[in-house]
């Protein structure tokens, strides 16, 4: 049995990288895959996402708990209620969408996954400051959401409180 995989960028929706692997091989095997085919640092720092339809997280495995586990593609694609997105970018969340296309039942496991076909331009893995300022200007600051939350619940009982400057005394700066 051989499953067809396509990774889609959302950044570039003219970007598709289609391969066939065996649904046996771990999740490490598919990082090591996707690293291969849109030839990327092996020492970047990824995770694998598994979301819901309305991409609310499930379950993060960073690059290290995959190394860890043996779950198997197969067993990530069991549940088709769930989405895989695998993040090359774990600082501005840049990622693929992984999508299972095919299960060819009657050809056997492949030693190795097969490049299909890449389609349109492979996403840089990292951007460079140009890059990245125009990145945030089209208002891709996906981090935001994030921040203003944990501000928003951490500091909003800090404005009540009352501060004369004895209070500070008993520091030495």
């Known amino acids: 049995m051989v499953y067809r995989l396509i990774l889609q960028n959302p950044e570039d929706?003219?970007?598709?990288?289609?391969?066939?692997?065996?649904?046996?091989?771990?999740?490490?095997?598919?990082?090591e895959t996707i690293i291969k085919f849109v030839d990327y640092p092996k020492d970047l720092f990824t995770t694998f996402?598994?979301?819901?339809?309305?991409?609310?997280?499930?379950?993060e495995l960073t690059l290290e708990a995959v190394k860890e586990q043996d779950r198997t593609i197969e067993e990530a694609f069991s549940d088709r209620s769930k989405d895989l997105v695998y993040v090359f970018d774990t600082i501005l969340e840049r990622c693929f969408f992984i999508d299972l296309v095919r299960i060819n039942m009657e050809q056997e496991d492949l030693s190795e996954a097969k490049l299909i076909r890449i389609k349109g331009d492979i996403p840089k893995p990292q951007l460079s400051s140009e890059e990245l300022e125009d990145y945030i200007k089209n208002g891709n600051n996906v981090g935001d959401d994030f921040c203003d939350d944990l501000l928003d619940d951490e500091f909003d009982d800090l404005e009540d409180i009352e501060y004369s400057e004895d209070s500070f005394d008993e520091y030495d700066y």
């Open 13 to 31: 929706d003219q970007f598709e990288c289609t391969f066939d692997i065996a649904p046996s091989a771990s999740l490490f095997e598919l990082h």
């Open 49 to 59: 996402i598994f979301c819901d339809a309305s991409f609310n997280v499930l379950e």
